[in-house]
């Protein structure tokens, strides 16, 4: 197919890559026209505006960080829906909001464009790796065109439902991973403060019924004093303020208690560290 | 080798089970004796008492419910310090005190035996398929000597140190597993709450960072609107009292709100529900 890529940050040039290397035809766009360099290098084309990205093309897939990205590249001057070609689909993978997603597709449709909500888990890992799992939500024939494509770029790819139940979905699994990073950052704070050997204790525990790639990741980090993303943090408040604003009148409280602990997190020494500096707060907090 | 098995409840049958197939001679003994039907029907001895598991064997192994309950079998008139032989080895694989633990150690030691803590993660499914973890603590000579024995019952068999280390990387373990019982049930309240079908939201989030044997388990329950353990509200909340305790001056905040929760939800249908029952005072909290 002929599509039109836009956004080619940590998550978005790895499945651009898996997309050329399916033997798909792209032209990338970036804000930062050098970080298309490397897709360019693998035989994508490069374009130099949005609307050159989307122009001609079936299928334009978006990969942005924040839903004020999403909404400016969808809707802005020079924008997604302003160039779309009638009868195409345009695949968000960002995770952003849901009533956001539902309008992008009602403004789409005016235009004979589908636009669907595709948010995506597994991280740049699981990008490079190609085992993502994809959420999509939206009309069900334009999700049946794209599936193809999207199975080119995550192992696991399924259609929750209408415009933005992919993005609550997305936001269903955050809260997974909010409450298991407060798990392990918790499991490990307890382990430090009785003096036990972590790297013992990941060997008993990874086994157990709560063991996860994420209780992995972080620990062995944790252990190592490395506060490095993987996830940043300003991502995960992020994210948690889409999630309880999803939640609305149904505040749930671990969510809460996750975000006081993040924002304390930022606030000792910035959002650029990774979600496991929640431990930060937690033996602050403790104190 | 000859030993002595004290408690074969849900989790001490199957394990007790185990050692017979693996060729060990058992004398079995339980509160209930009618308990000990099957095992004794599978080849091993009945004991009448306490006295009598223990006299004579090289190995005792305890499998009880409640740090009161390890406390009355091991210093009770007829425990298992008054009559264990000196040099044989006491193996306690209830989930206990850290500092019971160690009292017990020392106790022992005066005697010239052995007092090993050796709790277990996995559950009576793990138990049942030889998957279990274990987390050992004491003497590292014992601990040696029943290694092998142990092996027989678990997967994974880890010393992590001095009497208690056993006691206390199990109790990591449960603050893991409590800050993953409370990310599972607030993913599943807010899916709810959002009208996502949870089959299709297991399937894109089970593979995802945070997906794990918890989240399947305690999902599919949820999903079905079963609220039967697993593992029970009051056995949680039990361990998180020890949790506590070995936090200290430290307090968790996750574990401070599950166990908040946790008293909700048996406050409302008591405490033999299993924890998946979390949800209920997750969405009453929430309205």
């Not at 035809?25 to 050159?52: D, F, I, M, Q, W």
């Not at 992008?104 to 890992?125: N, Y």
Request: aromatic residues 4%; neutral net charge; proline residues 6%.
């Amino acid at each position: 197919m002929r599509v039109g890529w836009i956004g080619t940050g940590l998550m978005g040039e790895p499945m651009a890559r898996r997309l050329l290397a399916a033997g798909h035809r792209l032209a990338v766009y970036n804000r930062t026209p050098s970080r298309t360099r490397k897709l360019v290098a693998a035989g994508a084309g490069a374009a130099g505006s949005v609307a050159e990205a989307v122009a001609g093309n079936e299928v334009v897939v978006t990969m942005v960080a924040l839903p004020a990205d999403v909404e400016q590249v969808f809707l802005g001057p020079g924008g997604v829906l302003a160039h779309a070609a009638p009868g195409s689909v345009v695949v968000d993978c960002s995770t952003s909001s849901p009533e956001l997603a539902r309008r992008l597709a009602e403004q789409g449709a005016e235009r004979d464009v589908a636009v669907l909500d595709a948010p995506v888990s597994g991280g740049p890992a699981g990008a490079e790796a190609g085992t993502l799992s994809i959420m999509a939500g939206g009309d069900a024939e334009a999700y049946a065109r794209v599936r193809p494509l999207l199975a080119a770029v995550a192992a696991t790819v399924v259609h929750h439902g209408p415009p933005g139940s992919g993005q609550l979905a997305k936001l269903v699994n955050q809260t997974l991973v909010a409450g298991a990073t407060l798990a392990v950052c918790e499991a490990y704070a307890l382990a430090h403060r009785v003096g036990l050997d972590p790297e013992l204790v990941r060997e008993s525990t990874r086994v157990g019924v709560a063991g996860s790639p994420l209780f992995d990741f972080l620990w062995t980090r944790l252990a190592a004093g490395d506060l490095e993303p993987g996830f940043k943090l300003d991502h995960f408040i992020k994210d948690l303020a889409l999630v309880r604003e999803a939640a609305g009148e149904s505040p749930l409280p671990g969510v809460g208690l996750v975000t006081e602990l993040a924002e304390r997190a930022r606030a000792g020494r910035g959002g650029g560290r990774g979600t496991q500096a929640l431990v930060t707060a937690i033996m602050e907090r403790a104190r």
